[in-house]
Each structure stands twice: as C-alpha cells, then as structure tokens.
C-alpha cells in the first residue's frame, strides 16, 4: 500500500497570498525573528526583498545562511523559534515566515535558480564528510564555497539523511530534499551513496586521503525494549519503521489493523501519522507524562487523523506468544488500566549513534561524539549535528554546522 497523499496541512501560498503575508511584515530594525533563528537566516530581509519582487535574491537570502533552507521551510519549528519572536504576536498574529519561505523555495525549484555561487577549487587539501543528512551538507556547501573538494560518503542509496528517510513524507516531501541536495552539490560537492564508512571503507581509507574529515551521521540505532522479557515479533523501533516506510515509499511495508506508538515526542507522532496514512485503522500513542513532548502543531495533526493520544499511560506488558497481539497500560494513578489490540508496537523512545567500526579512535561518550569547539578527540576530525547533540531538529544541526564548519577552515589555514 501506497502513501495517501492527502491535503491534510496548511495550504501553500500563492503569488497572491504570499505578497498578502510579506506586506504585513515591519521589516524590524534588529529583527528579534532573526535573532530567534539558530540558522540566521534573517527573515526580514529575504521578506524584504519578496516585496521588491525580487525572489532570486530572496532565495539567495536563505540559501546564504541554510542550503537546507527548503527542508526547513516545512519542518521547522517555526512557532517556537522565528515566528514565536515576531513583534507581530502582540498585536494579531505573527508573519507566517516558514510559509514566506517555503514559497520562495519553491518558486527557486519552480524556476531552476541557481543562486548561489560556485567557487574553483583552489585549496590542494581534499575534505570528507561522514553521512549525507543536514550537518553534512551544510559543512560541505561552506567548504566548497572556501574553494576546497569535497566528498561525502553516504550509507543510504538516497542522500538527505534523517530527512529522506527519518520524517515521513506527509510532513515533507522528497522532491523539496533533492532540490536542497542539488543545491550542494552544483557547487561542486561529490555525493558517493551505498558506501558505508567502517563497511565499504575504513575511517583510516578516508585519514589517508583527505586533510579534514567531518562527521555528521544520524542516530540510526533506535531504542526499543520487551516487556515481560519475552522476544516477540511486531515490536520495532521508531527509525526501522520510518526507514523502511520511507524508503520504499511503503510498498513493502505491511501495516496492521492495530498499531501503538510508545513515546508522544516528534518522532512518536511521525510514526503514528506514517503507520494511519498507511492503512492502519486504530493507531494508539501511549505517553508517559501528562503534557505531550511534541510540537503542538504535530500533535493536532496527529489528532486530526483520529489517533488516539494516551497520556499518562505507561506501557506494563505485552500480550502475544511469538507476535505481539496487543499491550497493558497503566495509568499514573496506579489504579486505571488499559488493555487494546496492537499488532504492531513502535518504540519512539529515542535513538543512538550506530558508530561500530567506523570512529575507531574518536572519543565516544553514551550517544555523542565528544567534542571540544566541535573538534574530536582526533585534532583533523570534526563532528556536528546529531552525532554530538544526541537528537535535535534540522535547523539545529545547520547551526552546529556552520558553526564547526568556521572551525574546519580555520584548522585548514594553520595546516
């Protein structure tokens, strides 16, 4: 079964709408939006320049500070971030800047602008980046543009990360990943997909060829667990559910009647909102706590599509001999219980890194690469992203990025 592509969020902007949003932009002095986005892309200007009419500056804009610029145009947290900052809120409602933005993005697409410039190389020292997700292409787009080569090497057989394979399509859509992936690499970036570092070739391989190396890899290992210490099929973490969704588009994805999500985070509701969109007719998010970890604009999706949310419901057991056929929860006040039907149990209890062979010799501590000024415990060796933060948003790992990127350069000029 396929995915049901269904109008179900916001509907996009229009040449009309969206010049009707820009004009009610102040266009502040010493934006606070600005000030609020961990990637500086600096929304009053590229609005500014949307009410000149001039879009390709616009986009130049954004890609300037976030080559991931179209991937967070819809994954953002806006609310919480730029538009929770608008000066705007105080008076009606804030400028809806991650819409401004996805228009501009898709305008870009629509009119294969190439905004950003592309630089010779100039530097003999060649540069290597471990994974194709956000950190990576964001390290990769700044070093190329400093005139160095750069080389990523990417385990998936489709580049993006987290972001081709990690969030489910109804919340953002491939087409706008590959424009962002197309964006680096017409600087000159080389993407070498299937090639898994510590697999298909070693950190070491990698030390003797390039004079840097930066590591951005998701957590591609996640978290599950069995209750009642019985191994029973049908239970599965978040990242194989949404990998093996994403990745065939869920057509080897089999989804039953029945399914509960255990953890209400972001990724709980991915998984509940991919597990209905691809069939499944009862889906059950169980959370621990009273208040629900996700973005309140994820969770009133998720409600919209008739999942119910358990709150203060802690898994105890599950019910099945070989497969799970259905789970016990039981409510904070050790009184209340609920009993329903599960064929599939999804675990969204958080991720780790999946380092294996592949950092041998790179300080690891619990689920993050150690670094210091986002320099590993081997000085030509940089990471960023969730590799080093545990877990956090795309627009954060861009902000990390950029920010060992600098440092990268710098390390590169005292070579």
């Not at 705007?88 to 809806?96: C, E, I, K, Q, S």
């Not at 000159?188 to 997909?193: A, F, N, Q, R």
């Not at 419901?313 to 006040?333: K, T, Y």
């Not at 920010?403 to 390390?411: E, V």
Request: hydrophobic share 45%; aromatic share 6%.
């Amino acid at each position: 079964m396929t995915f049901k592509y269904l109008e179900l969020r916001d509907s996009k902007y229009d040449e009309r709408m969206a010049a009707e949003e820009a004009a009610r932009c102040l266009l502040c002095v010493d934006a606070p939006c600005a000030k609020a986005c961990p990637s500086a892309t600096n929304p009053e200007q590229f609005i500014s320049a949307m009410r000149a009419g001039d879009i390709s500056a616009a986009a130049k804009i954004i890609r300037d500070s976030n080559v991931c610029g179209g991937a967070c145009s819809l994954v953002c947290p806006a609310d919480k971030l730029c538009e929770g900052a608008c000066v705007r809120t105080a008076m009606d409602r804030p400028v809806a800047i991650r819409k401004l933005q996805q228009f501009v993005v898709e305008q870009e697409q629509a009119l294969q602008l190439q905004v950003l410039d592309k630089t010779p190389v100039i530097h003999a020292a060649k540069v290597a980046c471990i994974g194709a997700g956000p950190a990576s292409l964001t390290v990769a787009a700044k070093l190329a543009q400093a005139g160095y080569q750069v080389d990523i090497y990417e385990a998936m057989p489709q580049a993006g990360g987290m972001m081709s394979y990690g969030i489910p399509p109804v919340r953002l859509n491939q087409e706008l990943v590959d424009w962002d992936v197309k964006t680096v690499t017409d600087l000159g970036v080389k993407i070498k997909l299937n090639t898994k570092v510590g697999v298909d070739i070693s950190l070491a391989q990698l030390e003797e060829q390039y004079k840097a190396i930066f590591i951005g890899v998701g957590l591609w290992s996640g978290r599950t667990a069995q209750l009642g210490e019985r191994n029973l099929s049908g239970v599965i973490s978040a990242v194989d559910f949404l990998v093996a969704a994403r990745g065939s588009q869920g057509k080897d994805v089999v989804i039953p009647k029945s399914v509960a999500v255990i953890g209400a985070g972001d990724t709980g509701m991915d998984c509940a909102a991919t597990a209905k969109l691809l069939g499944a007719e009862n889906v059950t998010v169980f959370c621990r706590g009273a208040k629900v970890p996700a973005y309140h604009e994820e969770l009133k999706f998720v409600q919209s599509l008739g999942i119910n949310v358990a709150t203060q419901f802690s898994p105890q057991q599950f019910l099945g001999d070989d497969a799970v056929h259905g789970i016990i929860a039981q409510h904070a006040d050790g009184y209340s219980e609920l009993k329903l039907k599960a064929e599939l149990v999804i675990y969204a209890i958080g991720q780790n890194i999946d380092a294996g062979e592949a950092f041998a010799g790179v300080a690891i501590e619990g689920n993050k690469i150690i670094t210091q000024d986002f320099q590993t415990s081997k000085a030509h060796i940089f990471a960023a992203g969730d590799a080093t933060n545990g877990g956090s948003t795309v627009v954060q790992a861009v902000k990390e990025a950029k920010l060992a990127a600098s440092a990268m350069l710098k390390f590169l000029a005292e070579e």
